[in-house]
Structures are given as C-alpha cells and as structure tokens.
C-alpha cells in the first residue's frame, strides 16, 4: 500500500481535508460491526448492503463501513446508520431491502429493528425488591414496548460516557483515512512539534491518569521513571495480553479503534525517549493481531512511524508479538520474560522495568486502554480530561459488560459510576427478571462485590475497600443461580493452572485452597474449612512473588466474606442454595406443570428420562447427571432443580 | 522422541520460516535470528506443520544455534505449543467466567461426550482436537466455542451436534 508521506502538522491536516472533501458526496454512512458481531452474520449482513446499495444505484452517495465494536453486543449484529444515528440491532439479511428503503431513502427509522425499552417497569421493579435496592429502574425511560431508534438516547449508550470509545464503532479500523478523518495523529503532532518530553510526562501526570491494567499506578510517573533512567536504548510495551477470563475492553479498543493505540504509544515513546515498541498481543484475538498489525503498516507507509516523524527528529517504531498461551504473561516481568523468548515466568522487582528491563534496558510497560486515554489527554489538556471522573481516578474506565445481564457489551462509564448504573441503567437489568446477587469485578485478581455496594461509586480507591479490584475492567453479572463457591473455584482453579511454579506459596498455596473448594463443593466439606481457606488465602496473598498469587485468593476472600452462609450451607447442610453444586442436587419434573412435549428426553444424553406424548415425563435420579440439559429446553420451566 | 523422527518431515520449509523470521523485524534492519525470536519463530512453524516436530526443531537448532533445551523449556510452558500433530479442526471451548455462569462446562462436557475425546485430546480419525481456554474474549457471545477461526455463540447443548457436522 503506498500512502503519501506525511511529514508534519500541515502534511497531516492537509490529508485530512482531503479526506473530508473526497466524502462531499456520501449523504449516509452505513456502519456494521464486523468484529464481535461477525459471530453472529455480520459478514453475509455486510454483503447484503453493498450488493443491495450498487444495485440501487446508491453507490455514490452511501457508504457502507465495516467497523470494530459498536457496543451493545447483545443485540448483535449490529448496523448504525450515520447521520440520524438509527441504531439495529439483530439485523438479518433479509432486513437490508427495508432499511434501504425507508431509512436511507426515505430517512425513516426501521422501528422493529430498534431497541425496546430495557424491561416493563413491573419486571424491573421486581429485580430492584430483589436486589433490596429502590430505583433500579431500566433507565431508558421508555415504556414497555416502546421503540428507541436513536443510539444517543438507547439506555445502554445514553447512560455512558464514550470519550476512549469516541470513534470505535464510528470508523473502518482498516483504513488509516478513516483514523485520520476523526482526528487521530492530531495529538502525537502536538506532542511531537510543540511539546517537550517532559511537557508530555507533566500533562500526563497532572490529568491524573491511571493505568488501566488494574493496578492503578499513575501512567505520568511511571513514564517520568523511564525517562530518567540512565541508558540510551529505551523500549516501550504495550501490554495487550488481556488474560482475565470477562475482560474484553483490550480486544474491542484494538480492533475498533488501533491508530488510536499507536498514536498513544508514538507519545509515550516520545515522552520516555524509546525508538522501539512492542505490542504483545494474544493470540486468541486474530482479528485484533490482524488490525494492529494493518494499522501499523498504514502508519509506516505514511511516515507516521520510522524516522523522524512528522518531521520532529523523532524516530520510533513498532512490532508486534503475540503471546502463546500463558495467563502470567500480563504480568510485566513475565511479559518481558516472553518477549526474550524464554518461560513467561515473573522475578523479584527491584529491579524495576523502568530501570531494567526488556534486554536488560529501562522499559515502560502500559496497558492498552492507558494508551488510549493518551491521545485525548495530550489534544484537549489535563483540565478537561481531569474534570471527569473522582478525586483520585480521573478520566473514564470501560467495562466489559457480560454474564446475565441484559445488555451485555462494552461500556464507558466517568470514573465514580455506580455498580447500579452500569448494571441496570446501562445494562438494564438481571437476565430473565432474576434478583442481582454479585458482580464479579477484576477477574481472577479480583472480587465478588454482592448488591450491599451497587450504589457505591467506583474507582481504584473504593474497589479496593470492598475487598475487590478495579482489574483490567471485566464486570460479570452473576444471579441468584450462581453459586459463589462455585464461582470462587472456578477462579482458583484457573489461577492453580496459570500458576507458573516459580514461588511456592502461588504452587502449592493455590493447589491446597481449589482441592478445599472442591470438596466443599463435592458435599465433603468439613467443619473448619472457611478457616482454612482464609489462614491460607493470606499466606498465598503475603507471600507470593507476583501479581498473580498476590492477588488469586481475593474471589475466595470476598465470597467468604459476603456470602459465608452459602459456604456453611454447603458444609453443614451439605445443599447448594443456588442449585449449581452437581453433587448437592437433585433434578425432578413437576407433573402439573410438565406438558410432555418430548423435548427434554430428545436432549438427556444418558436417557433416564421416561414419558410418552401426553404422560408427564418423569426422570430417574438414580441414573441422573445433573448435565442440566432437560431444564434448559424445557419451555414451560417444569424442570425443578432442589 | 523416536515417533517424531520417524515421521517424513519436509525441511525445506523451516528454512523459507527462518528467512521470514529474519525479515520480520519491521523497519529496523535485518538482524541474525535469536532466542529473542523464538516464540514468533515456533509460532511460525506450527501455522506451517501444524505442530512442532522434533526434526525441524533440530533444524532450528543447526541453523540458529538456539538449544534444544531451550525450546523444549519455551514448549512445554506455554498452551498453545504442541509436538504432537493435532487434528484439521481445532476445537476451542471457552472456559472464561461468563461462560462459566452460563453453562460453558456443560458445552465442554457434550462435545467431550459427542467426540468420544477428553480435553486436549485428538479423534481417532485426525478430525478434531479438542481444546478449553481459559476465555476468548468474547463473553457476549456466552457460552461460546471457536471452531478453527469460526466463532459460535449463545449456545446451547443441543447444538453441538450439527455445529461439528460441517467440518470434516
């Protein structure tokens, strides 16, 4: 691809009036997600418009953009229709001809492609006495039924504040034109030609930026570390090994939006002074690795990484490495590790990266979130960014928004939103009018925050209170069907095999504390094993080298700590309150509900269940697996778990 | 060791993976292949043989003077390396915590079931390998498996079967 060079402010604005010019003619922009959603048919969707559009003869005056995540995951496939701003959701192929017609002819929204109002307010009502919360009410404002077409005013969307997120959704991410269109590079030109190094660190640090790895350390001293370490030859990382089992945010930002990452990471390596950066990216994001890569040989092409870009004398480029398969990698010395091409595994810090680190050289590691905050930092200045968020966390922080909640997708929210707006107001509320019981916050390093806290304000000081923390950004849903033993296991078990082995409290630590969480939630747990659990729990969290052991007993401990008596109900009633616990249940139809339909035998793969058309089917627990499939089919609920 | 060497490899290919390695280093010049390079490297090589054979890891090691040892010590700790050919199809489950509270064990349990594998494991007929990971970033999707690079969401039990059916 060759591209014009772009050698300095006025190269760059030139460009994009060009851009802007070259689009006089397009009246609308068709925009489908074709990162998360292409799960779900975004493809053949994308196929659909621009054969329908041609044929039309609308070519010259639509656009269609096939763009990174447009948010609201939960309805996809998504399509937004540029400028009214019509939002679809679950489009199908064979909506395309409507939507053409009425809204980008006639320029009428396609109403039952649109959002409905989150919940009637009788089901919301119920999820907020569940929850012993008042007010959780879905947000949207709408009645039930009604139809919202315009994104901005969509409960999920309305309720956030997409500043990091601004264009993802918004633009082709394949394409440099469309990253320069919405202002990308505006930023790095600033820094580059107005601004010193140390401008730079001094604007970061005085916004008040965090890292958005989780640790919350603030990014402005940790560069000004870097700069002053002694050493010619620097490095910058993006860490983009975004490992936590319900995070997401890192791949969407990647895949949306990756001249904005590059931009962030051309100023924080002007800042510390390093010609040379890595991303270290997962292997599990081929669409994400495929993206960035893209990018950067469009920002290569362009001048805008290699030598002297923007014609500041500065020279800085990237590579990227795709991580193998190693949770303790997002652990920085382990990243490093990683990146020599040795076993991923942490070491005692001091010494610091800033100091010695990739090679042995002063290196600064920032998550890829952190790097995207910085563009927006460096162009509207540290007054503006500050003026979001609370005294100690400044700016936004974006969610990955899953589990059973009804919107799931990603989210922005200022820093200081409650657990209450996220989860009802944006996310509207519990799946299936279920009662909230926790969010799991943090992934593996984090906690279960129960509904006591919905309306605490969230940022890195308060998370940590409550036993949780902020972490990468995953947020789970959890319901009255899930079971925190279950859940803290289910952590445990997975930090137990992401455990590198070096330490021994993080080795065997772990191993002790998963075999007691099982066999609690075997039935065979014994009268002294919450004690256990936490007298371990605190050596594993005192004594571990790294992040990862450090931090892996905190599901555990705040499972203990807000829900106890689900641990002595599996302990000393030897029953799992939620139902989930296979060895403290039992599976039973109720006759009267039953309507024999025959769907529930179809799927038992262990045929125990007997019943003919008309006789209510009946299950034979002796022979039972408690696998669980008879109750997910059954349309009428008659499935009974005790 | 013995099975790999017994198996016919074609050598001239990891010489083509080398030079590729060599030239990958972005804008900054070409430099001589490292151990730095050896994650990308064995990465390379899996895409091309479909695992690592041992033959051709001797071959790295002539060419690169990279040891053995240390390969095997990269290998064996990260998941996504194995010297072991795999099926044409991989099967990923994911594990994550979205998919946990949604029946993600009960999609792993039916296609462990339905393939007559366990977890890690390859079919008889070189058709499947069946993986968990621990998630795939995509916890919208809940639960959710990948089939080689196609995505499946919101599943059920139920639809495992015809899900496999198109993959041969």
């Known amino acids: ?642 | 060791m013995e099975d790999f060497a017994e198996r016919a490899v074609d050598l001239d290919r990891v010489d083509g993976i080398l030079e590729e390695t060599r030239a990958s280093h972005g804008s900054r010049k070409s430099r001589p292949i490292g151990p730095d390079d050896l994650i990308p490297l064995l990465q390379r090589i899996q895409d091309a043989y479909g695992y690592l054979p041992y033959p051709v890891l001797e071959r790295v090691n002539e060419r690169t003077s990279i040891p053995l040892s240390r390969m095997f010590g990269v290998i064996t700790f990260y998941a996504q390396f194995y010297t072991e050919p795999h099926g044409r199809h991989t099967i990923r489950c994911c594990q994550g915590t979205a998919c946990h509270v949604k029946g993600g064990k009960r999609i792993a349990e039916t296609i462990a079931n339905h393939l007559k594998v366990e977890e890690g494991g390859t079919t008889d007929d070189m058709r499947f390998t069946f993986e968990t990971v621990a998630c795939l970033g995509t916890c919208f999707l809940a639960p959710v498996i990948m089939v080689d690079d196609d995505y499946y969401g919101q599943l059920t039990p139920d639809r495992i079967e015809r899900i496999l059916e198109k993959y041969d």
Not at chain 1, 161 to 169: F, Q, T, W
Not at chain 1, 237 to 251: K, Q
Not at chain 1, 405 to 426: D, K, N, Y
Not at chain 1, 590 to 607: F, L, N, Q, S
Request: net charge neutral; glycine share 12%; with cysteine.
């Open chain 1, 1 to 642: 691809m060759a591209h014009r060079k772009i050698r300095n402010a006025a190269d760059l604005a030139a460009f994009r009036e060009e851009i802007l010019a070259g689009r006089k003619g397009i009246r609308s922009r068709v925009l489908i997600c074709m990162t998360g959603c292409r799960a779900l048919g975004a493809a053949e969707l994308s196929r659909a418009f621009s054969a329908k559009i041609r044929e039309a003869g609308l070519d010259g005056e639509i656009a269609v953009v096939e763009t990174g995540c447009i948010g609201q995951c939960s309805r996809a496939p998504l399509v937004l229709i540029e400028p009214q701003d019509y939002l679809y959701g679950n489009v199908k192929p064979k909506d395309v001809d409507e939507i053409v017609e009425t809204t980008l002819r006639a320029g009428k929204p396609v109403e039952r492609l649109c959002d409905v109002a989150a919940g009637s307010p009788a089901d919301t009502g119920g999820a907020a006495g569940k929850t012993g919360g008042s007010g959780s009410r879905s947000g949207s404002g709408s009645k039930n039924g009604q139809r919202t077409c315009t994104a901005s005013q969509v409960g999920f969307y309305k309720n956030q504040r997409r500043d990091v997120l601004a264009s993802c959704g918004r633009i082709d991410p394949k394409k440099i034109e469309e990253a320069v269109a919405v202002g990308s590079y505006l930023a790095a030109a600033k820094a580059l030609q107005d601004m010193s190094p140390e401008e730079v660190i001094e604007e970061v640090k005085a916004a008040g930026l965090r890292g958005r790895g989780g640790a919350g350390f603030p990014t402005g001293v940790k560069w000004g570390f870097c700069r002053r370490a002694a050493g010619e030859v620097k490095y910058l990382i993006c860490n983009a090994d975004e490992g936590d089992p319900g995070a997401f945010m890192d791949r969407a930002v990647l895949e949306g939006t990756p001249h904005q990452v590059i931009e962030g990471m051309i100023i924080a390596a002007y800042a510390i002074g390093a010609a040379a950066g890595y991303i270290y990216v997962r292997a599990e994001y081929p669409i994400a690795v495929e993206h960035i890569n893209l990018a950067i040989a469009e920002a290569r092409s362009c001048g805008l990484l290699g030598e002297d870009i923007l014609g500041s004398g500065f020279g800085f480029d990237i590579e990227v490495r795709m991580g193998a398969g190693a949770f303790v990698c997002g652990e920085e010395t382990a990243l490093i590790a990683s990146l020599e091409g040795r076993r991923g595994m942490p070491r005692p810090r001091p010494p610091f990266p800033a100091n010695s680190g990739f090679r042995g050289k002063p290196t600064n590691i920032n998550n890829v979130e952190t790097l995207a905050n910085v563009p927006g930092i460096i162009l509207n200045g540290r007054k503006k960014y500050g003026s979001v968020g609370t005294e100690g966390s400044k700016g936004t922080k974006i969610f990955a928004l899953a589990g059973k909640v009804r919107h799931t997708g990603l989210v922005e929210v200022p820093m200081g939103a409650t657990l209450r707006q996220i989860v009802f107001s944006i996310g509207g509320g519990v799946q299936k009018d279920k009662a909230f019981k926790a969010a799991q916050m943090g992934g593996p390093s984090g906690g279960c925050v129960p509904a006591d806290y919905l309306d605490l304000p969230i940022d890195y000081d308060s998370v940590k209170q409550i036993g949780a923390i902020m972490g990468s950004g995953g947020l789970i849903v959890m319901d009255e069907e899930t079971c925190m033993v279950d859940v803290a296991r289910f952590f445990l078990e997975f930090t137990q095999k992401e455990s590198c082995g070096k330490c021994v409290p993080c080795r065997v630590g772990t191993r002790h504390m998963v075999d007691i969480l099982t066999r609690i939630c075997n039935g065979e747990g014994r009268e002294g094993d919450i004690e256990e659990l936490e007298d371990l729990a605190q050596a594993v969290q005192k004594s571990s080298l790294c992040g990862l052991g450090q931090t892996a007993p905190n599901p555990v401990l705040t499972t203990i700590r807000y829900f106890r008596d689900e641990y002595e109900a599996h302990i000393k009633e030897r029953r799992c309150p939620a139902g989930v616990c296979k060895a403290l249940i039992t599976y039973t139809i109720d006759k009267e509900t039953c309507i024999a339909c025959g769907r529930c035998r179809k799927v038992c793969p262990v045929d125990v269940i007997s019943g003919e058309k008309k006789v209510p089917h009946e299950i034979d627990t002796a022979g039972c697996i408690r696998c669980g499939n008879c109750r997910d089919v059954c349309p009428v609920d008659a499935v009974k778990v005790s």
